[in-house]
């Protein structure tokens, strides 16, 4: 049963990955993170 829900959930996890991959959103988080670090230090 444990064994079970942990494939389960890796499947799904794995699954949001690729579907989010798919749609570009690896480029709009770096984007967003790269924004951030830049207004941290001053200079964005």
Do not use: P, Q, W, Y
């Not at 949001?16 to 749609?23: S, V, W």
């Not at 690896?26 to 230090?41: F, H, M, Q, W």
Request: charged share 25%.
């Amino acid at each position: 049963m444990k064994n079970k829900l942990k494939s389960a959930l890796l499947m799904l996890s794995i699954a949001f990955i690729l579907i989010g991959f798919h749609r570009g959103e690896v480029d709009r988080v770096l984007r967003k993170a790269t924004n951030i670090c830049l207004e941290c230090i001053g200079i964005g």
